[in-house]
């Protein structure tokens, strides 16, 4: 079965410091690879899609970057933080099927606070 | 407008009755449909896919209407443990992935 992983679980970060969130995926192959991130209060926002190693797309102009250097591993980093960038970060991932009906399975995310 | 519209709620019901929930699409492109369950501080999951044709899922049944551009989600029966915030997913391709936009959820709250 497919398990996918998210880690630090919480973090507390200083405005202007680096970040790094690592999500990994086993059990599946090729998958797409998603982040989100949810702020208080607010739905989730899509910030980046991966469709295959080395390949990014950002779905809004923002402080943070992706990166997929491996098929199973994808990392979200800034780096600097701004207090904006607090919220409640998750990865998803979904199999690349070929059928229209593509459900995501989200990691347990990573909560995010800067101060 | 947003793509993806759903009424925040929350909506307040006793334990056995029946709730229902719609959430609206912009996107004429969008090809599927999910619904998503959320408990509070923790990560959406898979509650169903919405087929055009509608489908049930046990007490659950989804509905999608493209022509007027909205789905629904029927709770039937509810129980203490489906208070959640339910998240509509309206999902449409692009470059050969495919794009999803969630809702802002549905907060339902089942009292005794």
């Known amino acids: 079965s497919q398990t996918i992983h998210q880690w630090p679980a919480t973090l507390v970060q200083p405005v202007g410091s680096p970040l790094s969130l690592e999500c990994t995926v086993e059990?599946?192959?090729?998958?797409?690879l998603y982040w989100y991130r949810q702020a208080a209060g607010r739905g989730l926002q899509l910030l980046f899609y991966s469709v295959g190693i080395g390949q990014i797309s950002s779905e809004v102009p923002q402080n943070l970057s992706a990166s997929r250097p491996q098929d199973r591993q994808f990392i979200l980093s800034s780096k600097k933080l701004l207090l904006s960038d607090s919220g409640f970060y998750l990865c998803a991932w979904s199999p690349v099927t070929g059928k229209s009906y593509n459900e995501q399975f989200f990691g347990p995310g990573t909560r995010l606070t800067v101060l | 407008r947003k793509e993806v519209e759903q009424d925040p709620g929350p909506f307040n019901v006793p334990e056995g009755a029946t709730v229902a929930f719609n959430c609206t699409y912009s996107?004429?492109?969008?090809?599927?449909f999910f619904w998503y369950r959320q408990d509070c501080r923790k990560e959406p999951k898979l509650l169903m896919s919405?087929?055009?044709s509608g489908n049930e899922d046990g007490r659950f049944t989804a509905q999608l209407n493209r022509a007027s551009q909205y789905i629904s989600l029927l709770i039937r029966d509810s129980k203490l443990s489906d208070s959640a915030t339910y998240l509509c997913v309206a999902v449409r391709a692009s470059g050969g992935s495919y794009i999803p936009t969630f809702g802002r959820g549905t907060s339902l709250i089942v009292h005794p």
């Open positions: 996107n004429s492109a969008s090809q599927s």
């Open positions: 059990g599946t192959s090729n998958p797409n």
């Open positions: 919405v087929y055009s």
